[in-house]
């Protein structure tokens, strides 16, 4: 049962998903975090197509990934996942970033939320197949330290950006991987050929959609990490993002 509790995936660092360095980019590896959440639950009852059936859905509210370093392209590299912790409302998910040595090249941290699609609000977790979630908990180990919380002052915004066909998904809002994508881009390619990734977060507050302006605040806390907060249409904020490098 123990090892049920662990799935484990198989990938390869596809060249059309790196960067100008041939390593994957952050966008497509949290792409694969979570298709390999999908994976997980789905092979143990609680996936979205189930949960789809009952007007119900997952929804993403925080992922923090800390990686020594990002697969390279053609290398072969796995993830596991597993649930730490289950609560009314949400669940705790981690994952493990091997490389095709079988070596821990990274750990990611995630929260996510069950809503319904008619409310949009969050829904019991406990009464989820009668609270058989909490069977998955496992005590797997993940060593770093869980999402911060982000805030960001006043200032103008770096850019602005407005919603597009390609960035809606299949819950009709913008998809939680384009967000990260837009943040990466908020900082020059010199700022890549000089520091990599150490650890990236990203907080979801509110869902943005088709034709909403997204505007991206921008605050350096130190020479290697900054803060980012999103807002829609001027107001709401719909995201917040960390990024720490290293040299």
């Not at 509210?61 to 289950?86: C, G, H």
């Not at 597009?164 to 384009?178: L, M, P, Q, R």
Request: charged share 25%; proline share 3%; hydrophobic share 35%.
């Amino acid at each position: 049962m123990e090892q049920n509790k662990v799935g484990n995936y198989n990938f390869v660092a596809e060249p059309f998903h790196v960067d100008f360095s041939g390593h994957l980019t952050m966008g497509v590896l949290g792409n694969h975090l979570l298709n390999c959440a999908g994976f997980h639950s789905t092979d143990r009852g609680f996936g979205i197509a189930n949960l789809n059936e009952a007007h119900y859905t997952w929804v993403l509210s925080r992922l923090a990934v800390e990686l020594d370093e990002m697969p390279y392209q053609y290398k072969k590299f796995s993830i596991s996942t597993w649930v730490e912790n289950v609560y009314r409302l949400f669940t705790d998910r981690n994952f493990e970033i091997l490389d095709e040595n079988g070596h821990t090249i990274g750990y990611a941290r995630s929260v996510w939320a069950m809503i319904s699609q008619q409310t949009r609000k969050p829904a019991d977790l406990l009464t989820l197949h009668g609270g058989s979630i909490v069977d998955y908990v496992c005590d797997k180990e993940c060593p770093i330290e869980k999402p911060s919380r982000i805030k960001v002052d006043d200032c103008e915004p770096d850019t602005t950006y407005e919603a597009k066909y390609s960035d809606i998904d299949i819950n009709g809002h913008v998809n939680s991987i384009k967000y990260i994508e837009r943040v990466l881009d908020l900082f020059p390619l010199e700022m890549y050929k000089e520091k990599r990734i150490k650890r990236f977060e990203v907080a979801y507050i509110a869902e943005s959609y088709y034709g909403d302006t997204l505007s991206f605040y921008k605050q350096k806390i130190n020479e290697n990490e900054y803060n980012v907060e999103i807002k829609k249409n001027g107001g709401e904020v719909v995201c917040r993002s960390k990024m720490i490098f290293i040299n």
